[in-house]
Every structure is written in structure tokens, then in C-alpha cells.
């Protein structure tokens, strides 16, 4: 047996009942992570310190000491988000050597509740693009298939978690970074309401579009690491907010009201649309009440430009000059896209991002849950360019926000929680994601949701 190819609430109760010791937890991700280092997934990897923690935690195991839920449990963390005393690079050459003095909030949660931090998984530069590649690291391959992409801006933490390199990872999602390489690398990755995982980093807490969520291998180990990452905290303004009383976890999907949105104005390619309307049709048989909905998300796009690009020339523009020739050249190129914006542009998107709020809130209204493809066709292939127009199913699809991921960086804008996880694959064996979107603090009853449909689909 394999100790990686366990999920993790297994892992923690081998742990809990002394027939497997947190060593040897840690011991066997890092033997995976050496016979997978061809994936390229870590920046920084800390063997040294993840096999110190896992002594300590052995030692807490033997005294028979109260053990948190993940006691022992190795995990990844994304480079974009703070460990103390661990290099955080943000995917750049200009923080090559940055070392922070705290844990970003997630991180310390995940600290109290026993998970081993076994390195900080790849990023492109700020997490800014969807190609699987930086400067500083090169470029992370997808382990389903090296020939496609795994998706970015998550790429290594969503590799890590396919590949058995440790069962958890802890992503950041500024557009569909969580959801994108969970679809691309078939595994589970969620953006909870914006503020129930604080994410203190984003210098702009007011209007922030970053979120930190959970990425596993199936909902229930997402949902257990969620747990962990979940609640408030003083220092953010969302985070504060009265929470509304949660709903019951459904037990079934009878009765159910599912609003499934097959598309957003966007070609969709033929196998991913049958997958994803099958998995929809399987939630109807099941007793779920089905609804076709259309929201036009592709129209969305110019706005998210507007604010992604403003937001990379507000945090990084400062440093452009001084460190040009260390910089990606997308990352530059959005810089100096977003210092030509106006202030009636920037102010327009945040109109725009209401108005959507507003249109998502229609819809869950009248519906539970709000259904689609997490992307409109499989992983792309490894080369493919993503600066111009891409395909889709062979046809011309427009930029590749609009065309493949318009599902996903809306609910970036307007806070909504969402998840992604597998739904079949194609005929070459690429995974294929079903996004699940809830009401805003609905996260939990999102994750039930999720775990019915996951049964259903046989996972």
C-alpha cells in the first residue's frame, strides 16, 4: 500500500490509530515527489523541516495528546500565499529570496490542524496568466498527459494533489485559478464566499477578486480541509459580516432546484458538452428539478481585463523598470496595458461587476445551485498559444478567457462559492470539470451538493 494514494481523511485515521506513524506519512510524499519531480510541481521544497514537524507530531501521536483533523497529513501551499520562515517567491525572480515572517491565515489554520507542509508548489509570475510557466521555475506538465496543459494559475498544487504528492493543497483562484487546473488534472478545487477563508495578502481587501481555497481528490477530503481553512478573522472586512443561518446539507437530490447553464455565450466542444449535460441529467433522474438558464459571462471578459490588468499595473508597475529583464514578458505586457486604463474604465468594470452579481443572484433565487462546464473543452495542448484567439472543437473560439474558461472568473467578481470536480474524461483520456456555483455562505450545502452528484457519477 501506497500511503500517498490514500485520501486524507484515511491517512489521518492510520495516524489517529497508530498504524501509521506521521513519518512515514511525510516519508512516502517525498518519495512520490522525487519519482514525479519530472512534473515539475515545487518551487521550494522543505523535506527538512516536513520530516522535523512529522517527528514532533509522532511523538504527540505516542503520548496519546489530543490530535487536531489533520494530524500528520502532508500538504502543499501555493507560492503565491505567506509560510513563515519558507521561501514565498510569488512564481518571481524578483522575490527569488523572499522569506516571509508569518503565515498567511489558511496557512496557519492548516498549521494548528496537524497538516505537514511539504513545499510550496508553482505559480506562474503573481498567478497572472493561464499558461503553467514562469521564469523562475519553467513550466509544470500535467500528469494525466504531459502533452496538455494542467492548467494555471494552481498548477503544481493541482498536479501535486493528482500525481498522490500529498492529499491536500491549498490553491488561490484570481479568475479560476483553483478551478482550472482542478478541471485540467481531475481533481476537486473550490473558491469559497468571498471572506469565509480570509485572504489577508490582497492589498485590496474592499474589492478584492483572490480568494485561498482546498484542492483534493474528491469532495469529502475538500470538504474536511475546508473545515480547517473556514471562519472568521478580524483583519478582514468580509470576513465580519453576520452569516446567515446555514442550510441542511441535502440528503438527495429530490426536489433539488439545479439552474444548468450549458453555456455563456461560448462554443462548447462536443465532449465536454456531453459529459457535463450527463452528469445534469443523472442529478434530474435523480429526483433534482432542471431548469436551462443563459448568462452571457463572455461579455463579462472586457471588465475582468479591466480590473486584472489595473490590478497588476497598481501592484507591480512600481518594480517594472527596475527589474524588466527578471520579469515575464505577459506580466510586463499587462503592466503597461493596465497603466493606459482610464478611471471611467476601471469604474465601468465595477459596474459590470455588480450588475453580474446581480444576474447571479436572479438566478439562485429561483435555484439551489447553478451548474456548468468548469471549462468549455478539455485541457489544451501543451503549445498552444493562448496570447490570441484559440479553438474550440476546431473552430475559432475567441480570446481565451471568453472561450475556454468563461464559467469560471465571474464568480471571481462577484464573491459567489464554486467548485470544480471530475466528470468524466474524453475519448484520449483528458479530464473533463463540472463547476457547481452556490449562493454567497452557502459553501457547505455546495460541498453536499457536490458529494450527491459525485456518488451519482460513480467517483
Known amino acids: 500500500m501506497d500511503l500517498m494514494d490514500l485520501s486524507a481523511r484515511e491517512l489521518a485515521g492510520l495516524i489517529r490509530r497508530k498504524q501509521v506513524s506521521p513519518v512515514e506519512a511525510v516519508q512516502s510524499a517525498l518519495a512520490r515527489m522525487d519519482a514525479c519531480r519530472d512534473l515539475n510541481a515545487f ?12 517527528r514532533i507530531a509522532e511523538q504527540q501521536v505516542m503520548k496519546g495528546e489530543d490530535l487536531p483533523p489533520l494530524h500528520g497529513v502532508p500538504y502543499s501551499v501555493k507560492d503565491l500565499t505567506a509560510t513563515a520562515g519558507v521561501r514565498t517567491t510569488m512564481g518571481s525572480l524578483m522575490h527569488e529570496h523572499n522569506v516571509p515572517d508569518y503565515d498567511a491565515v489558511a496557512v ?6 496537524g497538516a505537514v507542509l511539504i513545499g510550496k508548489t508553482t505559480t506562474p509570475e503573481y498567478g497572472h496568466k493561464p499558461y503553467a510557466t514562469a521564469p523562475i521555475f519553467g513550466r509544470t506538465y500535467n500528469p494525466i ?54 485572504h489577508l495578502q490582497a492589498p485590496d481587501l474592499y474589492s478584492p477578486n483572490s480568494f485561498i481555497g482546498p484542492m483534493a481528490r474528491d469532495i469529502a477530503d475538500t470538504a474536511m480541509f475546508f473545515d480547517v481553512l473556514a471562519g472568521l478573522d478580524r483583519g478582514d472586512p468580509y470576513g465580519q459580516a453576520q452569516r446567515p443561518v446555514a442550510r441542511p446539507t441535502p440528503l438527495s437530490m429530490q426536489g433539488l432546484r439545479v439552474a444548468w447553464l450549458p453555456t455563456a455565450g461560448n462554443p462548447v466542444d462536443p465532449e465536454v458538452a456531453a459529459s457535463t449535460e450527463n452528469a445534469v441529467r443523472l442529478m434530474e433522474a435523480a429526483g433534482a428539478i432542471v431548469e436551462t438558464v443563459f448568462i452571457d459571462f463572455v461579455a463579462l471578459e472586457k471588465h475582468f481585463l479591466v480590473i486584472h490588468r489595473a490590478s497588476a499595473a497598481g501592484r507591480i508597475g512600481a518594480n517594472l523598470e527596475k527589474y524588466r529583464d527578471k520579469i515575464d514578458p505577459t506580466l510586463a505586457e499587462a503592466v ?14 465595477s459596474y459590470a461587476r455588480t450588475d453580474y452579481f446581480r444576474k447571479i443572484e436572479r438566478v439562485l433565487a429561483q435555484a439551489d445551485v447553478l451548474v456548468s462546464p468548469t471549462l468549455s473543452a478539455p485541457p489544451m495542448h501543451i503549445d498552444t498559444d493562448l496570447s490570441g484567439e484559440v479553438e474550440i472543437a476546431g473552430q475559432p473560439a475567441g480570446t481565451v478567457r471568453a472561450a475556454w474558461y468563461p464559467y469560471t472568473y465571474p464568480m471571481n467578481l462577484t464573491g459567489h462559492p464554486a467548485l470544480s470536480m471530475p466528470c468524466g474524461r474524453t ?5 473533463i470539470g463540472l463547476q457547481l456555483v452556490g449562493r454567497w455562505h452557502d459553501d457547505r450545502y455546495l460541498l453536499g451538493v457536490a458529494h450527491l452528484v459525485e456518488q451519482m457519477l460513480g467517483k
Open 108 to 113: 496557519a489554520r492548516a498549521k494548528a490542524a
Open 145 to 198: 498527459n504531459r502533452d496538455y496543459t494542467p492548467g494555471a494559475s494552481s498548477s503544481g498544487a493541482a498536479v501535486a494533489v493528482a500525481a498522490g504528492m500529498g492529499p491536500l493543497a491549498l490553491g488561490t483562484d484570481g479568475g479560476g485559478s483553483i478551478r482550472i487546473p482542478a478541471s485540467c488534472c481531475g481533481i476537486v478545487g473550490m473558491k469559497p464566499t468571498l471572506g469565509v477563508v480570509p
Open 427 to 431: 475519448a484520449k483520456g483528458l479530464p
Open 336 to 349: 503597461l496595458q493596465g497603466r493606459e486604463l482610464g478611471a471611467v474604465a476601471v469604474m465601468e468594470a
Open 43 to 54: 518551487i521550494t521544497e522543505t523535506a527538512d523541516l516536513a520530516l522535523e514537524t512529522a
